[in-house]
């Protein structure tokens, strides 16, 4: 009977199916309580791994160079999600709990588990693995399986030893032979200590029929049955089998039902039974005392360990002897149950998972040895080595799980399998040659999927070479058509990558040149940004001024007319095309009409300067080796920094142009901006990171990613956060301190362009969907949108975070009403403007364009008022904290200071 101490020490789960899922409920447990939880658990996926459970674990019987075998992830997989489905809010509250309890008590807390619902019951239930202790809970806790019936016996039977062991090994011929002389070697070696002590009498039945162990039933009295032979499981009558052997020889499979009947021939029936057989230990999905184990504990026994999976000779002896060690001694059997298993441990194998133990009732003490130990006077044969063929078939078990693998495409755990095998046995078969094909093969799935990476990516260049490699390989079929595709997608990228820097340049013949020979290409490839649209329409507009110059107003006005049929809104074109018609009617004599045109072309120019346009002083020049892509001044105006074209970062002393730090990207450095003071910098590059360094030390403090090309960063008035935008369309904010996730908006296009408020608690974007959007930073709430007739390239808020500066590939720069998008002033360059920004006191704005310019104009009325030029496009420009100098980058390789009359002077 079992005492208080062990049921004070049990932890009881019952496990049954509930809606939608499955409950568990804690029946007892030492720290108090009557907790219940649901969980939610793939049984049939977890059924589906129980062959590549086995074959991991039969694997492992082979010593090997490795601490861990390859394959004990599955067990770790599997053992974790069942801890993890089971033990779940407040039941792993009182499972941790009890753990305490029984810790203050020097006692050991002992795993219980009633498995009312059928599936569950199949489960390999003792690779139970904790995570918080890493460690598999059969390794330090007994666990056993409780049948939920009356207890027959509810005393332990009390036996003057020796404890009485009948063995049976049936080995049908018609079945995959078993070394008889060998399997009973095996028991008497792992029984000869407490056989020679008088503990244990083990007895072999002569025959396995039916009829011959009916006879030796009636011979007892037996407290044990010990069965070595065949299971398997009847999925048509759901129920386990195992195989005795018939008259002929031939196999006589006996339900688990029927075999309860036979056992019952014995008086007493034995109390324990232990079944070393292939399946004995399976259970049925349907029926839960289906399962060989559990139907004879259902049928009376006190007691069943049995094997859930086929089990190495060598696990088998050292179960058995240490399991009935600890039975011989007077232990529990769920003790007992443990020291095999912990016998097994000793052999560095995973196959301590393998036996499971089934109990009636309350029971777990079966005996009580009463009296000295009756001495038999029997010769103990020494211990015998395993047979060599023994050895070969687990060495051939190794070789065919390494097979399976390798068919199944997981070629590095093939590997590591097959180097196992070739360091016990170099010339085993054709391991050796398997390993070179698993090796080649495993090279080749790793190209093809950099490759699909690739592609995915858009590297198209790696994607081309990654499936050149693999395009011959028949397991790889569609290679050669995705390297052609991407060829052309490469080809094709090239080609609006050039059309772009065409169009930035404002070589507008040469994007029309390049958009046919991308048509050509890629026939499906749509017009990117409209860039061909607007090649066609400001090709059209240069020859209408050009005609409009000459005095052909015919030309100019059919010429105009065609701009305003595809794009009303283009330029000035309406008001140049009705001025046109207008003077037509003054006159018919066009070239007399010329002379007058041009004069109010010169009285124009005069005007722009009457108005104090100024030029700008160049104060500073510093070089990158590539197109310098971004600039920006430190708060105090020290410090300038550049990211360019040929992946670096750099900062620079503003005043005598001394380079002070270098940092590196993996790919160009697209956008560049200081935190509160100079000791941080933040960039974005190609490489889809985003970094905030030591602007002092050059020391890398944070690194974050996006999914495609970041084009721009800010950081918040405080530094502690980092916004980004990017060529995967999204806009996002991270922590600055522990590069959490914060926030993620979506453009329909490539996000360009990202700006914080003053107060950090507005985000704007500019993106290639033509749109500028502001949004709440905390909640990502749209706030305001305005729109472009063209990609919104950059943005920047006003000071006071009352305007919003756009900037655009459709020339213009705009000031909004940044909480109605109501239009405010509209400034023109000649290119594509790369880039805005506010001075400190919000009354200038400055520009950046493909026109080779940077220009400053009125913020209120759109006056020019300085203008300095590149030798390339103007991709960022940068006022000073105090407003006495503007910074400007180019892609003529240089980054300048400037300073100008209509610049405030140094403070």
């Known amino acids: 009977m079992v005492g208080k101490a062990a049921v004070d020490s049990d932890i009881e789960l019952e496990i049954g199916s509930g809606q939608g ?26 059924l589906g791994r129980l062959a590549e459970l086995e074959a991991t674990v039969l694997a492992s019987a082979i010593p090997a160079r490795r601490t861990i075998p390859a394959g004990e992830k599955p067990l770790h997989e599997v053992g974790q999600q069942l801890f993890q489905a089971l033990f779940t809010g407040q039941v792993e509250d009182t499972y941790r709990a009890s753990l305490g309890v029984i810790h203050d008590r020097s006692q050991r807390l002992r795993v219980v588990l009633r498995l009312a619902a059928p599936k569950v019951a199949a489960l390999p239930w003792e690779m139970l693995f904790d995570p918080a202790t890493e460690s598999y809970l059969c390794h330090d806790l007994p666990l056993l399986r409780r049948i939920p019936a009356a207890d027959y016996n509810l005393r332990p039977l009390e036996v003057t030893p020796p404890l009485r062991i009948l063995g049976i090994v049936a080995a049908p011929h018609d079945l995959p032979g078993l070394d008889t002389d060998a399997e009973r070697q095996h028991l008497d070696q792992a029984l000869a200590k407490p056989v020679a002590d008088g503990l244990i009498e083990l007895v ?75 399946s004995s230990g399976e259970a049925g999905t349907e029926d839960l005392f289906s399962g060989t184990a559990a139907a004879l504990v259902r049928g009376g026994i006190s007691a069943v360990a049995a094997m859930q999976f086929t089990v190495s000779d060598r696990a088998a002896i050292a179960f058995a002897r240490g399991f009935y060690a600890a039975i011989a001694h007077g232990r529990d059997v769920d003790r007992a149950a443990g020291s095999g298993r912990r016998s ?185 940004d409209g860039l061909a649209a607007r090649a066609r329409l400001e090709v059209l507009y240069t020859g209408a001024r050009q005609a409009e110059e000459a005095g052909d107003r015919d030309a100019a006005g059919r010429a105009y007319a065609e701009i305003l049929t595809a794009d009303p809104t283009f330029r000035d074109t309406a008001v140049r095309h009705d001025t046109l018609r207008s003077s037509a009617q003054e006159s018919s004599d066009s070239a007399q009409s010329s002379k007058p045109t041009r004069s109010k072309a010169r009285e124009r120019r005069s005007s722009i300067s009457g108005t104090g346009m100024a030029s700008g002083t160049q104060a500073l020049r510093v070089r990158h080796d590539n197109p310098i892509i971004a600039v920006a001044f430190s708060r105090d105006g020290t410090r300038l920094a550049t990211g360019s074209n040929d992946s670096t970062a750099r900062i620079w002393d503003a005043t005598k142009g001394k380079e002070l730090m270098r940092v590196h990207h993996a790919s160009a450095v697209l956008a560049v901006t200081f935190g509160p003071d100079r000791t941080i910098l933040a960039t974005g590059s190609g490489d889809y990171t985003a970094c905030i360094w030591d602007a002092i030390k050059g020391k890398e403090l944070r690194r974050v990613r996006s999914d495609g090309w970041i084009k721009a960063v800010d950081l918040g008035p405080n530094g502690d956060r980092l916004a980004a935008g990017s060529r995967d369309k999204t806009a996002r904010i991270w922590d600055a301190a522990t590069g959490q996730e914060l926030l993620r908006v979506r453009h329909d296009g490539v996000v360009n362009a990202v700006a914080f408020s003053m107060s950090g608690t507005r985000l704007a974007t500019g993106s290639g969907d033509k749109t500028a959007r502001i949004w709440d930073a905390a909640t990502g709430q ?16 006003s000071p006071d975070g009352t305007l919003l500066a756009t900037g655009s590939d459709d020339g213009s720069a705009r000031i909004s009403d940044a909480a109605t998008g109501q239009k405010l002033m509209q400034v023109h360059h000649d290119g594509f403007v790369y880039a805005v920004a506010f001075s400190p006191d919000g009354t200038l704005l400055a520009s950046g364009s493909g026109d080779r310019t940077a220009r400053i104009w009125d913020a209120t009325t759109g006056q020019e008022l300085m203008r300095v030029r590149h030798e390339g496009a103007v991709n960022s420009v940068a006022f000073s904290m105090n407003g006495s100098r503007l910074a400007t980058a180019s892609d003529d390789k240089t980054a300048r200071i400037w300073k100008g009359a209509v610049l405030k002077p140094p403070a």
Request: with cysteine; aromatic share 6%.
């Open 21 to 46: 899922g499955y409950t568990v409920r804690v029946i007892h447990a030492p720290a108090g309580g009557e907790t219940s939880g649901t969980f939610q658990l793939d049984v049939e996926a977890v």
């Open 204 to 278: 072999w039945a002569p025959r396995a029929t039916w009829d011959g162990i009916q006879t030796t039933l009636m011979d007892g009295p037996w407290h044990v049955l010990h069965f070595i032979g065949h299971g398997d499981y009847d999925v048509n009558r759901q129920e386990g089998r195992i195989a005795l052997e018939s008259d002929t020889g031939r196999a006589d499979r006996v339900e688990s039902s029927r075999l309860m009947y036979l056992l019952h021939e014995a008086e007493p029936t034995p109390r324990l039974v232990v079944l070393n057989s292939c």
């Open 344 to 528: 097994i441990l000793g052999l560095g194998t995973l196959e301590w998972v393998t036996p499971v133990l089934y109990v009636r009732g309350g029971s777990t003490q079966l005996f009580t040895l009463t009296g000295r130990p009756v001495s038999l006077g029997l010769e103990i044969q020494p211990p015998v080595a395993l047979p060599a063929r023994r050895q070969a078939a687990q060495l051939r078990a190794l070789y065919l799980h390494a097979r399976a693998e390798l068919r199944t495409k997981h070629y590095g755990q093939a590997i590591e399998l097959l180097d196992d095998l070739l360091t016990l046995e170099p010339g085993y078969s054709d391991a050796a040659e398997l390993r070179k094909t698993a090796a080649v093969r495993q090279e080749m799935a790793e190209t093809y999927r950099a490759a699909r990476e690739a592609e995915d990516a858009g590297d198209w260049e790696a994607a081309v070479h990654g499936y050149a490699l693999v395009r011959d390989d028949p397991d790889f079929a569609d290679a050669a058509a995705r390297r052609e595709a991407c060829a052309v997608r490469q080809r094709a990228t090239d080609l609006e990558d050039e059309l772009r820097l065409h169009a930035g340049a404002g070589n507008w013949h040469a994007v029309l040149e390049v958009a046919a020979e991308l048509q050509a290409v890629d026939p499906e490839a749509v017009d990117p």
């Open 782 to 797: 749209k706030l305001m949108q305005v729109h472009h007739g063209g990609s919104v390239l950059a943005v920047a808020f």
